[in-house]
Every structure is written in C-alpha cells, then in structure tokens.
C-alpha cells in the first residue's frame, strides 16, 4: 500500500475504537475508504461511530472486552466474509490504572493491567496472524508507550506492559522474516485522552492536572502516524516510532540524598 493508493480494499480492525486513539484511527481510515471492523466494550459508543463514518466507509461493530479470550477467538473468527481477511490489526486498546508506588500498589489494578495491554493484545494478534500469514499480507500495529522505555515512579506495572509489547513487536518481526506481514510498534508520550481518568478511575480533577499548563498530544496526531506507517510501500516495515509533545522530555535520574 504505497503513498496515496486507495484503501477502499483494505480491511483495517481497531481495538478499543470508542475512544481516544482508536476513534481517531476510525475516522483517518474511514476518510481514506477502508473497510472497518470496530472494537470495543461500549456498545452505545459503536453504535454512534458507526452512525458517524457509515456513509465515509463498510463498518462493522464488534462489542467484546478484549480480555476475554474466548469471545476475541469467537470474534474473529466469525467475522462477516467481508470483512474476515484482515489487512491491518491495530491493537490499540489499553489501560493504565493508578500511581501508587509498588508497595502499596492494588493487585487487582495491577491484573487489569496485565490482563487488558499484554494478554488481550496478544488474544487478538493470535487471532488474526494465520489469516495473514496464509495470505501472505497484513499489518500488526501495536501501541506501545515511551513508558515502555523510560520508566516513572508509580509506572511500575504499566511501564512493564508497554515494556513487553515493544519487545513482543521486535520478536514477532522477527518470527515473520521470509513473510510480508508488517509489525510496527507506535510508542507516544503525552496524548489528552481518557487515559488519565481511567488512571484516576473518573477523578476529573486529577485527570486535568496531568495537561495542565502543557501542550499535549491530540490522538489524531498519533492516527496520523499510524496512518502513515501502513500505507509505506509493502516492500518497507516501520519498526518502531516513537512520538513526544515538544514540550516533554526526560528527566534526570533520580537520587536519594541521606540526611543525617
């Protein structure tokens, strides 16, 4: 898929499309006329995306949590045929929760966690990989996190998430070499999102501090990436980007001094 080729042939899944990340990704797709397969827990908010691009694009609405491994098996594999043979999985969906050190850390955060960035991610890459695989085409677009390399205090479960998934991305390029399946790995700082409620579980005070006096991201600068990435000529794989606001950057290691 070259610079400016029609994706109106192209068959482009989204994980966690309600919002955010994902919604962005559905209305850059959408515009360019690829065929979508929507994914998400809210079946309200499918619905009202739906409605929104069904005259820019074929839609189709898939209401699964991506944690349940069964239905993203179920899913995937009943598909309508036309939209089965998937060209482009992007695994978007993710969570952060909390900012408690360690120590004090929820378990069940830190499961949620685990459960919705590694093993869904994983759950829907293992559905549609064969698919592509056997066609001998496709895309894997994960979304990693520069938290992933450059960890903060309270990150700790989180960054080791987004840690895993830009490892996975390299070993499963690595897995696929004589194949012309795709994996690129987009890796963002700071993008305004609902992330920061869903961290702070709906604290809307809490949520507005982390943009506040800044200049963040906007998920349609990250779409754009991703965009960009999968209509690269078919001949070229985009292994990794990762993308900051100009107003982010990184912090000096941190030292503990001992006052006597």
Request: with cysteine; charged share 20%.
């Amino acid at each position: 898929m070259g610079e400016g080729r029609s994706l109106s042939e192209t068959i482009v899944l989204i994980t966690g499309a309600t919002a955010g990340i994902g919604a962005a990704c559905a209305r850059r797709f959408a515009a360019h006329g690829a065929r979508l397969v929507l994914v998400g827990r809210r079946a309200d908010r499918l619905d009202c995306l739906r409605h929104e691009l069904g005259e820019s694009a074929p839609i189709h609405t898939l209401e699964l949590d991506i944690r349940d491994r069964c239905a993203v098996t179920r899913g995937l594999a009943e598909l309508p045929s036309e939209f089965g043979a998937l060209d482009v999985l992007i695994n978007n969906a993710g969570i952060a929760l909390g900012l408690e050190p360690a120590q004090r850390g929820d378990l069940n955060d830190w499961a949620a966690t685990v459960d919705t960035n590694i093993m869904g991610l994983l759950y829907c890459t293992h559905a549609a990989l064969p698919g592509m695989v056997a066609r001998n085409r496709g895309h894997i677009v994960n979304l990693g996190s520069v938290a992933g390399s450059y960890p903060y205090p309270g990150g700790n479960v989180y960054c080791g998430t987004k840690a895993f998934i830009h490892q996975f991305s390299l070993a499963l390029r690595a897995d696929l070499l004589g194949t012309k399946v795709r994996v690129t790995c987009i890796e963002p700082g700071k993008v305004e999102s609902e992330l920061a409620h869903v961290r702070f579980k709906g604290d809307a005070a809490k949520a507005a501090a982390v943009y506040a006096d800044t200049e963040p991201m906007t998920p349609d600068d990250i779409a754009e990436a991703i965009h960009w990435c999968v209509t690269r000529p078919a001949h070229l794989n985009i292994n990794t980007i990762e993308l900051m606001p100009v107003d982010q950057a990184f912090n000096p290691l941190a030292v503990h001094r001992i006052r006597n």
